[in-house]
């Protein structure tokens, strides 16, 4: 079996296979890009040639342009794709609708990139797929044994209570604008709530594609206001608004009716981060595994080495050690924490 390291690894732009000419996930534009899925500090432009699942290659049109890249390829989930030296398969991630993981295969070894991945049910996207590997590539967005994430239904059922129990205030609710944002809506449905959804601009067309690919969204609405006209405002008493979380920091968010400011998001475990965005109603609601979904897919993959990208890399690396696996962070830059 050839190392590792001679199958994948990073250089300037990213994770870089050599054998097959490709980069997975870069962070500049690259002769041949393969993508695990549509946030941007995933997913950018101006590649020469761009291999991902096709709803990958739709969300990065809406975001970007149909001409985003010099050419694309939609990759079937589960078929394995020859690039010059390697075999290469996309498999479900569970992270947003068409993520997917990466395996590489060549001289005996397979690697996966997980990309981002969680293990929780999500109603709008595929399930994580455990593929079996040599080497595992992981996220560690929350890798600290305090990121213990509750369920999202009890966060859902937190936001109906407080939507019952202050009926003149609309929620406003600031969730990412691919995949949470989707996600908390159809929770919510699932829930019972079948009220009218307001939603920000910067939302839907995502919201549309979301619709277009069998993902019912419920009754949506544009959550505008013109120049303050009286009762306008008045309209959104008790409704629920979803638009990404900058859009809670302008002068739109304020023209609601004494609104109560609410975030979706794994940070919302931490307080003071809450406070400092101003969060009357966090809602502890991730894309993102947390640390016992970390470390129990590890030991579900039993890899012979773990690879540690973004995040919380140093602790994840020393419980793979005290467990008895090889691992080693890579200190790959340029991916934030869009989908968390």
Partial sequence: MIRPEALLAPDENGLYCPLGGFHIDPVRPVERALI?????DHARSGHGAVLATAETLAIMAVRYGEDFAGTTQAATLG??????????????AGHVLGSAQIAVEGGGCRIVVSGDYKRRRDPTCLPFEPVPCDVFITEATFGLPVFRHPDDGDEIAKLLTSLAAFPERAHLVGAYALGKA??????????????????????ERLCALYEAEGITLGPLAPATLGNGRRGEAAAFAGAVVVGPPSAFADRWARRFPDPVPAFASGWMMIRQRAKQRGVELPLVISDHCDWDELTATIAELSPGEVWVT???????????????????????VGYEDEGD
């Fill in 36 to 40: 695990t899925h549509g946030h941007a």
């Fill in 79 to 92: 078929d394995v794709m020859r690039i010059g030296d390697v075999s290469v398969s996309f498999h479900p």
């Fill in 182 to 203: 989707q996600r908390v809506i159809k929770r919510l449905r699932e829930a019972g709530y079948d009220e009218t959804i307001y939603i920000h601009g910067a939302l």
């Fill in 310 to 332: 973004h995040g919380r890399e140093e602790a994840l690396v020393r419980w793979c050690a005290l467990s008895g696996i090889r691992a080693r962070p890579l200190h790959l």
